[in-house]
């Protein structure tokens, strides 16, 4: 970290820039007027993708010739205004193309093309942990600098998706500069960097919203408070096997009173919400008494509300199942008008009001076992 002051800081950066400045225009005269060569061609490109992905908006508008235009598969044809506002929402939210390999092709007229592959990520991209999107550029320069630049890229990295906008109007109602900037620039330089700074802060506190979200429904949980925790889903989603509307067997679940340890949640890219990825630990006091423990792997889908609209469950539960097999056998075996009586919601969970019932029972099938407890 530099301890610079920031007026010095302010200095060297702005040295740096008429360095640079200076260097581009020693090889825009270089090319006397004509037509750029190839070299000449992928250096150029080479400093504008620099450009922008240091964010340095006078570099990169500097390589622009007065008239450039921009042909993007999202924003459009922009025209020379239109085209300058749009980049700098972009380099303002930090938008960036990663290591673009480019080839120049025949001389036209004066000019000469340049084809490059990339893939971008922009700051709701970056900060949702969405995949990059794959970019077929075009740019075309002549003996003034960008003529033309062309971007062609799947998915739609830099649309903002309607959850986001309705996820901004719904928790900021009073924000409509946030709204804007989540998918649109402005009209001018400086509404479109302001634009693109709100963009990409915005970003970050919808991702902090749904973790925020995600982490008070496991809460909810090991304080085992069932009216809460049921609060937090949306509609009607299915963990697992069970639906959220049909909460016998969480009832049960909360009587034998599972353990939670949440180990990491993170952003997962983006689906009819926000999705959260989180991994952890749980210890089932039915399967935890032989030593088993599960590791976690959930996904979670988070609304504008903040509300769990869609889940998916991809931990292992056999271990607990071939447990729950085999005590259920034991049962059937040395205690069978119990089990008869047992209400079994899974073969590792009995209902609620049985738990009472197989709780000991659990334990003397544990000490009688040569498999259980489970060890290392």
């Known amino acids: 970290m530099s301890h610079l002051e920031p007026e010095t800081l302010g200095a060297a950066k702005t040295w740096r820039r008429f360095i640079g400045l200076a260097a581009l225009a020693i090889v825009l005269a270089a090319c006397g ?11 150029l490109t080479g400093d504008f993708f620099d450009a922008l992905n240091t964010g340095d908006e006078e570099k990169a508008l500097g390589l622009l010739r007065d008239d450039a235009t921009i042909s993007d598969s999202l924003a459009g044809e922009l025209d020379a205004d ?12 930090g938008t960036s193309y990663s290591s673009p390999e480019c080839t120049a092709g025949e001389a036209a007229g004066d000019g000469i093309v340049v084809s490059c592959t990339t893939s971008v990520l922009d700051a709701l991209g970056a900060a949702t942990n969405t ?36 996820w901004i109007e719904t928790q900021h109602p009073n924000d409509s500069d946030a709204a804007a900037a989540a998918d649109t620039w402005g009209d001018s330089v400086e509404v479109s960097r302001e634009r693109g700074v709100l963009r990409a802060e915005y970003a970050q506190l919808w991702v902090d919203f749904a973790l ?56 997962d890219g983006l689906s009819t919400g926000l999705v959260v990825h989180c991994t952890g630990s749980v210890t089932d006091p039915f399967g935890g008494r032989s030593g088993i423990v599960l590791e976690t792997d959930w996904t979670f889908n988070v609304d504008e509300s903040g509300l769990i609209s869609a ?15 085999r005590f259920q056998e034991w049962m059937t075996a040395n205690h069978p ?24 029972l659990v334990d003397e099938f544990v000490a009688q076992s040569n498999d259980y407890p489970v060890s290392d």
Do not use: H
């Open 311 to 325: 889940t998916a469950d991809l931990t292992d539960y056999e271990p607990l199942k071939q447990f729950g097999t």
């Open 212 to 267: 925020t979200s995600v982490e008070e429904t496991f809460a909810a949980y090991e304080n085992r408070d069932l009216d809460r925790f049921m609060g937090r889903w949306g509609g009607s989603p299915i963990i697992g096997n069970n639906r959220l509307n049909e909460p016998q067997w969480f009832e049960a679940d909360f009587e034998s009173g599972p353990s939670y340890t949440l180990g990491s949640c993170v952003p």
């Open 131 to 166: 995949s990059a999107a794959e970019v077929e550029a075009t740019v075309e320069l002549g003996s003034a600098g960008i003529a033309a630049v062309d971007f062609s890229y799947q998915p739609t990295i830099g649309e903002a998706p309607s959850i986001f906008v309705e």
């Open 82 to 93: 239109g085209a300058r506002n749009w980049l700098v929402w972009r380099m303002a939210q």
């Open 337 to 360: 008008a119990i089990q008869d009586d047992v209400e079994w919601v899974r073969p590792w969970l009995a209902a609620a009001e049985d738990w009472e019932t197989v709780r000991p």
């Open 33 to 43: 007027g004509s037509q750029p060569t190839e070299a000449e061609a992928l250096d």
